[in-house]
């Protein structure tokens, strides 16, 4: 019954017409949407207006969370949906925004069941419980610059796709039982080698925080998948061919080969 009730509040959304300044708001805070096809800005423009419909959008820190920035937070969030089965990330009911990079208190044990207590600073976090926190001036820099290849807000709702089997492990719900197969060769693979690259100081395509574990691997990949589709396409091109098939999508048929200038804001 519930499904049904939320399945038909969803159509109705979807019914209703796409505010015209969410264009406008894209062209200034998203420009990777005017390199979709016709088709794919309709259908994240829909995407959105489920996500915006089904999220809550606090300001933290004495920050004021405004139309655009629900907006931009809204089209990157969906980007990773498109031409996929989804759920509009069901888990996750709201998103905390900070103005800047914040602190955050880690638990961590050690072997003999010493708890210890640090703060870090953080650009964002995804938590299993369904909460995302964000930087906003790391989102407005991350979606400004499409070449990059860092993204905060892709990388931390690629985190809870990760998390929709109860796991952070990095292997999100694929398609088939028989994808696991190829999916954990190529990502491991390319796991170890990134582990390897940070210790020797190489340059790579990828960001090395992606080094630290399984499911930084993914969120990181996402990132470069999605922001750097050609240089990742050239030199991981079996990482690619899985991104591609989970994500049903081709950015390097659409992103530009070279990195865009960014736009200037008043």
Known sequence: ???????????????????????????????????????????????????????????C???????????????????????????????????????RAFTSTRKSSDASGIVTEEETVRLGE????????????????????????RNVTLHEFAHQLDFEDNAANGAPILSHRSRYLSWARVLGEEFENLKRAKKRYKKTVLDKYGATNPA??????????????????????????????????DPAQFMPTRKMPRKRRD
């Open 1 to 59: 019954m519930f499904r049904f009730i939320r399945n038909w509040r969803r159509k109705k959304i979807l019914s209703q017409p796409t505010p015209d300044h969410w264009r406008e708001i894209l062209d200034e805070e998203f420009p990777q949407f005017e390199f979709l096809s016709p088709k794919d800005q309709k259908a994240l423009l829909d995407h959105m207006k489920v996500f915006l419909a089904e999220k809550r959008f606090e300001g």
């Open 61 to 99: 820190g004495g920050l004021e969370v405004t139309e655009s920035m629900r907006v931009s937070i809204a089209a990157q969030a969906c980007l990773l949906l498109l031409n996929r089965d989804v759920d509009y990330y069901h888990e996750v009911k709201c998103i905390y925004i900070y103005p």
């Open 126 to 149: 995804a938590w299993n419980s369904g909460q995302i926190v964000l930087s906003w001036e790391d989102v407005d820099r991350g979606a400004a610059d499409i070449g990059d290849g």
């Open 216 to 249: 930084e691997f993914f969120a990181v990949a996402t990132e470069a998948f999605f922001e750097k589709p050609h240089q990742l396409k050239k030199k991981h091109e079996d990482l690619y061919k899985e991104l591609s098939e989970y994500y049903r999508q």
